[in-house]
């Protein structure tokens, strides 16, 4: 059939409104539609569709330093690597004639229910990616209703993500400062902006060796950048002579004091639970042992996760670290996982290994240097839908019914 005639059978109801019975609650389909309908008026999705297609867009929109920055991870990038091979390893085993037609995305975390199995992990210096960065993020995120984790290194200031996240819940990720006065004042604002959790991350007291970013010379935080939360902090101003907006030097000398702590240990975490009566949870965790330290510690809950290579070069695929997590604290407290996750079935994979809820990492990034708010609205509708016709297509209808019995392990 020609163009022209599709179109109009298009534009006067023809043979979408016969189709009317596909119109139903599922995001997938829904999506699909939206799609395939323009297509027959030869329009084309706006943005790359991929991540990978979308990381190709960001390259070439992006600097040198600011792209390798991004995607880079620590020395070799082996880790970077086993993070995606754990996850090609792992096939699913779809089951048939269940019922799928009714599906619910929704998770239950610490006690509080989110629409979709994921949050947006906490990525720093997004400025670096967009001038809007992670107002832009939030903005988007608000507007599906996906929640959000903010950086300590965020470019913008976390109340100022807070408003644009509106009623949407968010968490505080805290990089925890030097002097215990930056930490208190960082969590007590996190509280009164409305951030209902506190993450933890464990396994960044030390920057690693990045073998991208020492070739460009290129750490974003000297150039005063990601450094928002501190230079709009009442604690860290005191401790300066001179503002940051008169002299951004010494503020940027001052954070690099009080970044982070690599002299903490398991002992610091009751100073840590007796400044907040938020939930905490720790990002970082690999080995049982520590998820064991952890459950003992009175936390509420693990993030499952290598920093998605970017720090300890040659570390386990943090997918491969979930099962063994998940035996010894999924019964104690909520156990999540980031490192690797890039489509539906990544998702459904960590989620059948036992994960409560994942993090998205990078994939929205490169959504936000290609094209800003709309790109990662634009980018997370696809994942909604990838997710919800994953689902269905596994023969599940919720997220309670994905087990280990929907995966198998290939052989390499
Ligand atoms: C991160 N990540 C991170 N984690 C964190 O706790 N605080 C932070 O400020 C940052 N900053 C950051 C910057 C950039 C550019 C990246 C790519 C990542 C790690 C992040 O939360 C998450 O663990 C990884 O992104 C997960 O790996 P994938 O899925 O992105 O490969």
Not at 80 to 87: G, L, Q
Request: contains cysteine; glycine residues 8%; charged residues 25%.
């Amino acid at each position: 059939m020609r163009l022209r005639n599709l179109a109009v059978l298009f534009k006067g109801g023809g043979i979408f409104r016969k189709q009317e019975h596909l119109e139903t609650n599922s995001p997938g389909i829904r999506r699909q539609l939206e799609i395939y309908r323009k297509g027959v008026l030869g329009i084309r999705p706006r943005f790359p569709v991929s991540p990978e297609e979308l990381e190709n867009k960001a390259r070439s929109v992006l600097s040198r330093e600011a792209y390798d920055y991004v995607a880079g991870g620590a020395g070799a990038e082996i880790t970077i690597r086993k993070n995606r091979e754990a996850f090609e390893r792992i096939a699913i085993l779809p089951r048939m004639l269940r019922d799928v037609a009714e599906r619910s995305l929704e998770i239950s975390v610490l006690g509080a229910r989110f629409p979709y199995p994921f949050l947006l992990a906490p990525i720093g210096v997004q400025g670096i990616v967009h001038r809007e960065g992670e107002v832009a993020v939030a903005r988007a995120a608000a507007s599906l209703g996906v929640p959000m984790v903010l950086s300590t290194a965020s470019s913008r200031s976390l109340e100022e993500v807070a408003d644009a996240l509106g009623s949407v819940p968010r968490w505080y990720q805290l990089y925890w400062p030097k002097d215990p006065g930056i930490a208190k004042s960082f969590l007590h604002r996190a509280s009164a902006a409305g951030y209902s959790a506190i993450v933890v991350t464990l396994d960044t007291t030390i920057l690693a060796w990045r073998d991208r970013d020492i070739r460009n010379a290129y750490l974003p935080f000297l150039a005063a950048e990601g450094i928002a939360n501190y230079t709009s902090d009442p604690v860290f101003r005191k401790g300066l002579d001179r503002s940051p907006e008169e002299f951004p030097m010494g503020a940027v000398r001052h954070f690099a004091r009080n970044f982070s702590n690599p002299a903490l240990t398991w002992k610091d975490l009751r100073w840590l639970r007796k400044q907040t009566n938020l939930p905490i949870l720790l990002k970082g965790i690999l080995h049982p042992d520590d998820a064991r330290k952890a459950v003992r510690a009175g936390v509420d809950g693990i993030i499952v996760s290598n920093h998605g290579g970017r720090q300890l070069d040659g570390a386990l695929a943090a997918l491969d670290a979930l099962p063994g997590i998940v035996s010894v604290a999924g019964r104690k407290l909520d156990v999540l996982f980031d490192s690797g996750i890039r489509r539906g079935s990544d998702v459904f994979k960590a989620m059948a290994l036992g994960a409560k809820g994942v993090l998205l990492g990078r994939p929205y990034l490169w959504a936000l240097a290609a094209a800003g708010e709309a790109g990662v609205r634009n980018f997370l509708q696809n994942f909604i839908a990838d997710l919800d016709l994953t689902l269905g297509l596994a023969g599940c209808r919720s997220w309670k019914e994905v087990n280990s019995t929907f995966v198998k392990q290939e052989a390499y």
